[in-house]
């Protein structure tokens, strides 16, 4: 377990395929693999921790009603 940060970096990924199947990958190398299935690097969405939804909201409504020709 990782407590502190539990993000999976390409050394951690590599680190747990090394020990299930025997196969060692350098970081870029895992990166090839994971690319070639089908995996794509996720980040996580910034938001402030008092973001009010509501307002969030309104102002998106307002925006794209000004916005329109």
């Given amino acids: 377990g990782y407590t ?3 993000r999976w970096t390409l050394a951690r990924v590599a680190e747990l395929v090394a020990r299930l199947f025997a ?3 350098t970081p870029a190398g895992m990166s090839l693999v994971l690319h ?3 995996y794509s690097p996720q ?3 910034r938001r402030a921790d008092r ?3 509501a ?3 309104a102002w998106r409504r307002e ?3 000004r ?3």
């Fill in 51 to 53: 973001r009010d939804e």
């Fill in 4 to 6: 502190e940060d539990r």
């Fill in 55 to 57: 307002a969030v909201t």
């Fill in 67 to 69: 916005g329109k020709p």
């Fill in 43 to 45: 980040v996580p969405a």
């Fill in 36 to 38: 070639r299935i089908g």
């Fill in 63 to 65: 925006s794209w009603a």
């Fill in 23 to 25: 196969v060692r990958y």
